[in-house]
């Protein structure tokens, strides 16, 4: 579903880009801005959920409400049992691990399309890496952190999606891997629904700059892998394909490999430029890499640059546009 009820698989709205983008399908905490189901009884804003919501189709989901635990209900936590982690209600001393087990089992098997997931913070269910673990039920002091049972089994069973959680969101950078990562998922499911071989050579055609910043040798590994020199079927091309780019995106780039990029595409204008631009995009990149400049600072002047030189490759490169304009931030120091 989206927020705004706009129908399911409609294309992503245009605001002015020149690129189109796959319609992404996101897990989402049915408690972020979609129904007031917390333990409380409130709904979390989310600037961000709220944001999205034009662009993607939210599957949300509320695992607590899911076991039969009502709204309002009493808390839940992550306790230390025997030496193993158990989600159990202290009030009432109900052990949920099972039932939450079995319906995580359940549901996550039977999500046929999706490409990532938005998942509640520090939440027992949802929490994906920092929910308190306890020592026992009865004011018993926390031991450590680890992932929500829901979200635990979510990591387990979809290792190759993104996945993250609302507060770390926060974070520009991670937003902005989250997002690139998010898009290009679903233009892969996309072209796998297409099952056509062209449009898996031109995903990773445009795609070639933005996959440098991630990992050169995880580029070079894919191109070999698209040029499918031993004409292999499509399927296992894809599958092939599917597992090697998960493995590049796996990590956020690093600033140097994206000044890499950058003096790349700089490249394709420096000698028609005079010598005061060459120095103020040097000087940017500098910026940009002791983090006291945003990655659109430099991605703004080098579209400025494309168009005005009316670059043909460069214009059709993800680098510059990863995911819809809107969503962009521009407070990536």
Same mark, same amino acid.
């Given at each position: ?11 992503? #709205? ?6 189109? %983008?796959? *319609?992404? =399908? ?5 408690? !972020?801005? @979609? $129904? ?105 002091? #926390? ?6 049972? %829901?979200? *635990?089994? =979510? ?5 190759? !999606?993104? @996945? $993250? ?169």
């Amino acid at each position: 579903m989206s927020l705004s009820e706009a129908p399911r698989g409609a294309p992503a #709205p245009a605001h002015g880009s020149d690129r189109s %983008f796959a *319609r992404p =399908v996101v897990v989402l905490s049915k408690c !972020l801005e @979609v $129904e007031a189901c917390r333990y409380n009884a409130q709904i979390v804003r989310s600037h961000f959920v709220r944001r999205l919501d034009p662009w993607v189709d939210f599957v949300p989901v509320c695992p607590e409400v899911e076991i039969g635990l009502g709204v309002p209900r009493d808390p839940i936590r992550l306790v230390q049992i025997d030496g193993a982690t158990r989600l159990v209600q202290p009030s009432t001393g109900r052990d949920l691990t099972d039932a939450m087990d079995a319906f995580a089992a359940s549901f996550l098997d039977g999500l046929t399309d999706v490409d990532g997931f938005l998942l509640k913070n520090r939440s027992p269910s949802c929490g994906i890496k920092d929910v308190k673990v306890y020592a026992g039920l009865a004011k018993a002091p #926390p031991v450590g952190k680890e992932p929500g049972q %829901f979200g *635990r089994r =979510v990591l387990e069973r979809f290792p190759g !999606l993104i @996945v $993250e959680d609302e507060g770390r969101l926060h974070d520009p950078a991670i937003r902005a891997h989250f997002l690139t990562v998010l898009f290009l998922r679903a233009e892969l499911r996309a072209i796998r629904e297409r099952a056509r071989m062209r449009d898996l050579v031109e995903f990773h055609t445009i795609n070639k700059l933005l996959l440098m910043a991630y990992d050169q040798r995880g580029l070079r590994a894919l191109g070999n892998i698209v040029a499918n020199r031993e004409r292999l079927p499509f399927d296992a091309v894809l599958g092939a394909y599917l597992d090697q780019f998960d493995a590049t995106v796996a990590r956020m780039p690093r600033r140097s490999a994206v000044v890499n990029v950058a003096q790349h595409a700089f490249g394709y204008f420096s000698k028609a430029l005079n010598a005061r631009e060459r120095q103020y995009f040097l000087d940017l990149l500098e910026r940009y890499r002791t983090r006291r400049a945003g990655l659109t600072s430099i991605t703004s002047v080098l579209t400025a640059w494309i168009a005005r030189f009316d670059e043909p490759y460069l214009s059709t490169q993800s680098f510059f546009e990863p995911y819809p304009r809107p969503l962009a931030v521009m407070d990536e120091v």
